[in-house]
């Protein structure tokens, strides 16, 4: 009697209890209703395919060049909407660089600028050389 307790026992560890029963239920039947809703579409789409297919044949030849004419238009419009906002974008970097704002990238035009200064203080400096020289050698001849 004993080793048929021990063993109803043991065998009582293992059993799953309320809470995982009732989970596997739920997930069970959610899985149920989303395979039966996925089962709907996909007859859906297939009802409405053998449907619109000879629709679509027979209508090709004007939704064709209409639909070109809209995917053209609609690229147009989304090139002129991005042209339009790099071109504020730019306006108002310009805006804040003038007023002396901190902007993304001022430091890397204020150093080309330093050096660009510094290049044409350095020609100034070897054309006026190069003419001192000149002059003077011109006075001597």
Do not use: H
């Amino acid at each position: 009697m004993e080793a048929a307790q021990q063993k109803n026992e043991s065998v009582m560890d293992y059993a799953p209890d309320w809470t995982q029963i009732s989970v596997l239920f739920f997930v069970v039947m959610g899985g149920g209703v989303l395979a039966s809703l996925s089962a709907l579409a996909l007859a859906g789409t297939v009802v409405l395919m053998l449907i619109l297919t000879p629709v679509f044949l027979l209508l090709s030849p004007v939704i064709l060049p209409v639909g070109a004419v809209i995917a053209l238009a609609a690229a147009a419009f989304m090139a002129a909407v991005t042209i339009g906002i790099a071109g504020a974008a730019a306006l108002i970097w310009v805006y804040r660089y003038a007023r002396g704002q901190p902007t993304v990238g001022s430091e890397k035009i204020d150093r080309a600028r330093v050096r660009l200064f510094e290049a044409a203080e350095k020609l100034k400096a070897q054309l006026q050389y190069k003419l001192f020289n000149e002059n003077s050698k011109a006075n001597f001849d």
